[in-house]
């Protein structure tokens, strides 16, 4: 993570007292606690960014690569966490997302609602707070360019 925030619930107010940022978590009260593990909130970030209209795909090269083999795998599942890395603490969460975008997407609107869209559902479905969802686009999708279309030319090319 490269925010200079801590994952903590005070925070200095103008008058340079210590407050508290954050009220009565909904995961921890006199009967017991709740916590919520990093790759439940990283699934969650996954699947809602894949929502959001715009994004190809998730993760880097090497991790494309990766989930694009393990998707030839029969009965393999989709790895939901893919592109997604997260750092969860008792009451709040920080998210990076790695992406692909189509090509003719603006990619400031398209950050915008993948942070909307993820911040709304790990808000709404674990009760931590997002403090952040840093965006890094890897690339840009054209539609057409499948992968490993050049390998499928080649074959007929050969005939």
């Known amino acids: 993570m490269t925010s200079t925030q801590p994952l903590s619930s005070t925070s200095a107010s103008t008058t340079g007292k210590d407050v508290a940022a954050v009220g009565n978590s909904a995961l921890v009260s006199s009967q017991g606690k709740t916590t919520i593990a990093d790759t439940v909130v990283s699934k969650i970030a996954g699947i809602a960014a894949r929502e959001v209209s715009g994004v190809y795909d998730l993760g880097g090269g090497a991790s494309r690569v990766v989930g694009a ?11 939901h966490s893919q592109g997604v890395s997260v750092e969860v603490g008792e009451k709040q969460a920080a998210v990076d997302l790695d992406i692909v975008a189509e090509y003719g997407v603006s990619i400031a609107d398209l950050a915008t609602g993948l ?40 074959v007929t090319r050969v005939q």
């Open 69 to 79: 083999l393990r998707e030839r795998i029969p009965g393999a599942n989709l790895n």
């Open 115 to 154: 942070r909307r869209n993820v911040i709304a559902a790990i808000e709404r479905m674990t009760g931590l707070q997002v403090t952040e969802v840093n965006v890094t686009v890897h690339d840009i999708h054209l539609a057409g360019d499948e992968d490993g279309s050049d390998a499928d030319d080649a």
